[in-house]
Structures are given as structure tokens and as C-alpha cells.
């Protein structure tokens, strides 16, 4: 399957949990010169910019692990960008939703680890 399909199914995987937790979904896939961010959420005291690792299993490493400090200055400097542009009372914070999905955009039940404040 194509690999932009597979990331895009894993970003609303992600929306799809954090709706349910009730954060509201401000946006999806915020690009500027300074990189990406796939998921952009609100609850009562956070916006929050989210990471979204799409992978197989867990079996090599965590998802999370493939979030590097390189990565991580890139989604704050993103978000840096996006915040000068869109004012909010709300705290920012960075979070990782990891998805293992076996069977990639086929799979039935995936297993999502939602790590709050992955980084700052």
C-alpha cells in the first residue's frame, strides 16, 4: 500500500482517539519550511501538537524511538510557526500517539500508546 495512504490512515486513527477523548481537532498535516506536524489538538487547558508513528508492530523498537531530538526541533520550530499565526490562551504541548498496526490500513483493532508530553 502506498506509503502516504498508510501515514494518512494512521493520522486519523489518531484524530479518531483523541475525539473520543474528547480534544477537539483543530488540524491535520500543518506544513511550513520548518517540517510537519500530523495532528493539531485542543482540550480545556492544552493545544496540543502530536507526532503520529505509524508501525507494525514493536518487535525492532518503539515508535516513539523514531521520534529524534532532530525531529522533535523541527515540530517545535513547526509549531512555533503555527502559534505566531493562530492565537491561543491554551498551554502548547508535545505529544507522541504511537499506532501498531499489523496489517497496516487493514487492520480491525490497532493498539494505540498515547505518550502526554512526549517532549519540550
Known amino acids: 500500500m502506498d506509503k502516504?495512504?498508510?501515514?494518512?490512515?494512521?493520522e486519523q486513527?489518531?484524530?479518531e482517539y483523541l475525539k473520543k477523548k474528547h480534544y477537539k481537532i483543530v488540524g491535520?498535516?500543518?506544513?511550513?519550511?520548518?517540517?510537519e506536524i500530523d495532528v493539531i489538538a485542543e482540550n480545556k487547558k492544552y493545544i496540543v501538537f502530536v507526532e503520529v508513528k505509524l508501525r507494525?508492530?514493536?518487535s525492532f523498537a518503539e515508535a516513539k524511538e523514531f521520534v529524534t531530538q532532530s525531529k522533535q526541533e523541527k515540530i517545535i520550530k513547526?509549531?512555533?510557526?503555527?502559534?505566531?499565526?493562530?492565537e491561543t490562551e491554551l498551554q502548547p504541548r508535545?505529544?507522541?500517539?504511537e499506532i501498531y498496526?499489523?496489517?497496516g490500513a487493514l487492520t480491525k483493532a490497532v493498539k494505540i500508546n498515547h505518550i502526554e508530553n512526549a517532549f519540550q
Not at 502516504?4 to 494512521?10: C, E, H, N, Y
Not at 491535520?28 to 517540517?35: E, K, P, T, V
Not at 508535545?94 to 500517539?97: E, L
Request: charged content about 20%.
Open 4 to 10: 502516504k495512504l498508510v501515514g494518512r490512515f494512521g
Open 94 to 97: 508535545f505529544d507522541v500517539i
Open 28 to 35: 491535520l498535516n500543518y506544513s511550513c519550511r520548518f517540517g
Open 13 to 15: 486513527t489518531a484524530a
Open 78 to 86: 513547526t509549531a512555533s510557526l503555527w502559534l505566531q499565526s493562530n
Open 56 to 58: 507494525k508492530s514493536d
Open 101 to 103: 498496526a499489523p496489517e
